[in-house]
Structure formats: structure tokens, C-alpha cells
């Protein structure tokens, strides 16, 4: 059996230079019996709690111990740490969790865990999550827990100013102009109508993504590998969201992740958010000042030719190292943490959405978290960014968009011109289309 402790971890104990990051060890002493397997979990929300009491169940099931390392927030700085890691073929984190964007990035360091999973197992997942998992061939991670963009609205404030959910992003502007400009007049001077993940790394190519397709702007890349970001719909997507800066957005929102939205939002002081399906159970928790008050749905579309609504397809997984002394041990910890009964826990405690449709009909995890039942058919249809076609590629692509993106909310040009000097990036990047 093992006993939790809280551990400092730095780079350094990786050999690694510092990213400047904080990074905090959460875990089991080692033991005399079984091996001492790592993970690494993310930080955002419950992840961490979460992800610490799956990995004690095991441990306690095997005999093993897990320490638990908690990655950045911003996915971005926690690619940037992981490249640095597995580059150096280091050997301290067994098992990492990641994006469902990265197996074209970083597989190459993964272990195939098709002799570790039988294909039963493999197939209760979404078959879309499994494809982008499985590279040449092999398996590079299990599906853990998926995600889509929702927007979260204070259904109470809707009723107090006779407004419906917002179809369209023009009536989501209208309606949160509305509702701030009430709300400050009643006394709440800190108030605004929206927030949502406005800094320039991942986040914001996921909230941006949504913008573009919704208003019938295309992908960032087709399918084909042809770029296809720079048309008007596509700067008139980016405009719009520039519009809400400094108006029913704050100014700071140019600094927003997923949890500085999250604080905002639930502290009272946002009508609608942009935000993931873990910000559910977290805004309606027992201390939350906006409990009961908060409804979900689709993001809103924007409009013109092909305008719909839109969510980026999102997720994480967990792989093993190539590295790893113990691979066996963090195969059977992955195949643990991503299995069933597992899942449908967290599903239940901390409305994480699970990877297995069979959950999604459960009475069980849909008497804990009703609103499971409108989010199968979200999930099944959400938008993928273009990591399979880019590839190695993926996040130079990525950044180079966000790039754009944020210039655009910070009214450092406006979105056609950015969006072409983005198209000119990307063809050289690209080498004309052959990623």
C-alpha cells in the first residue's frame, strides 16, 4: 500500500534548464514492494485532485507507487516542457498526459500500446479519438477524457432582462451589452458581458477556430494541405471578436486562459464564457456564487454563407514514455486511469467528459450531470485543428495563427491584413502546401 506525500520537483531533477515554470511533485513514497511509476497531469481545475485519486486506487490495486507531477496550465509551456524532457530521453516521467493535437509532435517517444490493450478496449472509445491516437499504425496514447468548446451563460440574468440564449454571435454582443450595461448600473462597475481565452497560445487557436468556421471562414489548413485561412469571412470571424475587447470584454481578456475566464465568471461578474465542459462542475460547486444560475449550450454562429455553429474537438490522453524503466507498470496504470469504471467516476465526481459513448447513456453519470445528454452528439461532430495533415508542423502552424489572432484583438491591424501576412507565414512554412 502506498502512502501520499507532497514532494518538490524543479528541472533541474529532470536535468533540464528551467522553464521558469512551477512545477510540484504530488505522490506516493517509494516503497519496498512494486516499482515508483510518474505521471504527469495537468493543472487546470480538478485535473489535479482527480488525477491524483485514480492514480492512489491503482497504486493501491498493484501494490505500486505513483507520483504525480503537476504540468503548467498553458498547454503551450507544458508542449514546450515535454519536448524538453522526452528529448533528452529522460527516464522520471513514465506517463504523460497529452493533447489530442500532439501525437504527430511528439509520437515518435511514445510506446506503442497495442500489446498492452486488447482491441475490445480499444474500441469502446469514440473511433474519431482512436484515429488521431494511432499513427503508422500505432497506438500512441489512450483516450482519456475529451473536450469541445461550450458556452456558459447566467440563465437568471437572461430572465432578468427578458433575453433568450444567443443563436448568433451579433445577439450573443447585443445581449451581453445589455445585461453589462444593467448590471454596472445596478453597482457592479466590475462586471462585462463575456470573457473568454484570449491569450496569444493554444486557447486561443481553439476559441479562434470556432470564430473562423463559424462564420463559413474554412479550416486554418484543409485536408487537402491547402491553406485556407485568408478569405473575408474568415477577417470578418477575427474583427468581430476584436469588437469585444474593451467592451464587453475587458482589456486583460488579452491575457485570459481557461482558468482566468473560469474566475471571472464565477465570481458573478460575467454574463456569458467561452469554456471547456470541466468549468461545469466547478461554477456550480457548493461555494460557487453562481450556483443554479448557469445553463450551457452550443456556441453561437456567426453569419453569412456556410455560418454554423461550431466547437472545437478537444481532449487529453495518456501516454507512455519510450524512456520509461517500467513500462509494463505505466501501461497498466494508462490502461487503469482510462478504463470504464474509472472514467464514469470522474465523469460523476467532476463532470470530466469521458471518451466512451456507452457513459454518455449511463443513468448513473446522467443523474449526477444531466447535461451529458446533449453532449455526445457535440462531441461526435466537434471541429479537429489541423494537426494530422501538418503534422511535425502542427505548432509552428498553431502559433502562427494565435499570433495572428491576438495582433487582431489588440487592434494591431485588423483582420485581413493579419490574416494575409498569415497566409504568406504559412506558405513558407508549408513549402507551398507539401507539409
Known amino acids: 500500500m502506498s502512502r501520499s506525500a507532497i514532494l518538490p520537483l524543479s528541472l533541474a531533477h529532470l536535468g533540464l534548464a528551467p522553464l521558469g515554470l512551477a512545477i510540484v511533485l504530488a505522490g506516493a513514497a517509494a516503497q519496498a514492494e512494486g516499482v515508483k511509476v510518474t505521471i504527469s497531469c495537468g493543472s487546470a481545475g480538478a485535473e489535479q485532485a482527480q488525477c491524483q485519486t485514480g492514480a492512489k486506487a491503482w497504486a493501491a490495486k498493484t501494490g505500486n507507487t505513483v507520483d504525480v507531477v503537476a504540468a503548467p496550465q498553458s498547454t503551450s509551456d507544458q508542449l514546450a516542457l515535454y519536448q524538453q524532457i522526452l528529448t533528452a530521453k529522460s527516464a522520471d516521467v513514465d506517463v504523460f498526459q497529452v493533447d489530442v493535437i500532439w501525437p504527430g509532435i511528439l509520437g515518435s517517444h511514445f510506446v506503442d500500446l497495442k500489446p498492452y490493450v486488447d482491441q475490445a478496449t480499444i474500441d469502446q472509445h469514440f473511433p474519431s479519438i482512436i484515429q488521431g491516437l494511432t499513427v503508422d499504425g500505432h497506438l500512441l496514447a489512450l483516450p482519456w477524457f475529451t473536450d469541445a468548446g461550450l458556452l456558459y451563460y447566467r440563465k437568471d440574468l437572461l430572465d432578468k432582462y427578458k433575453l433568450k440564449v444567443p443563436e448568433t454571435w451579433a445577439e450573443l454582443t447585443e445581449s451581453a451589452k445589455t445585461i453589462q450595461e444593467g448590471e454596472r448600473k445596478a453597482g457592479n462597475d466590475r462586471f462585462f458581458g463575456f470573457v473568454f481565452q484570449g491569450r496569444a497560445y493554444e486557447g486561443l487557436t481553439c476559441d479562434a477556430l470556432e470564430w473562423v468556421v463559424s462564420f463559413g471562414g474554412g479550416a486554418i489548413v484543409g485536408q487537402d494541405g491547402k491553406i485556407t485561412i485568408n478569405n473575408p469571412q474568415a477577417a470578418k470571424a477575427l474583427d468581430t471578436a476584436a469588437s469585444w475587447v474593451g467592451t464587453i470584454a475587458p482589456d486583460g481578456v488579452l491575457n485570459y486562459m481557461e482558468e482566468d475566464a473560469r474566475g471571472v465568471f464565477q465570481s458573478g461578474n460575467a454574463a456569458f464564457m467561452r469554456n471547456w465542459p470541466y468549468a461545469y462542475s466547478l461554477v456550480n460547486s457548493g461555494d460557487s456564487p453562481v450556483k443554479g444560475k448557469i445553463g450551457t449550450g452550443a456556441l453561437p454562429k456567426g453569419d453569412g454563407e456556410g455560418a454554423r455553429h461550431a466547437a472545437t474537438l478537444g481532449g487529453w490522453n495518456l501516454a507512455v514514455s519510450k524512456y520509461s524503466t517500467h513500462p509494463k507498470e505505466a501501461a497498466d496504470l494508462v490502461m487503469y486511469l482510462t478504463g470504464k469504471e474509472e472514467q464514469k467516476r470522474r465523469a460523476i465526481e467532476a463532470t470530466f467528459q ?32 489541423p494537426s ?3 503534422g511535425e508542423r502542427y505548432n509552428e502552424v498553431s502559433t502562427l495563427f494565435w499570433n495572428a489572432v491576438h495582433n487582431t484583438l489588440s487592434k494591431q491591424g485588423d483582420g485581413a491584413a493579419n490574416l494575409a501576412q498569415l497566409q504568406k507565414d504559412l506558405n513558407r512554412l508549408s513549402r507551398g502546401g507539401r507539409w
Open 354 to 385: 469521458t471518451t466512451i459513448p456507452a457513459l454518455y447513456d449511463d443513468p448513473d453519470v446522467l443523474k449526477a450531470q444531466p447535461f451529458f445528454a446533449d453532449l455526445k452528439a457535440a462531441f461526435e461532430s466537434a471541429v479537429p485543428r
Open 388 to 390: 494530422a495533415i501538418t
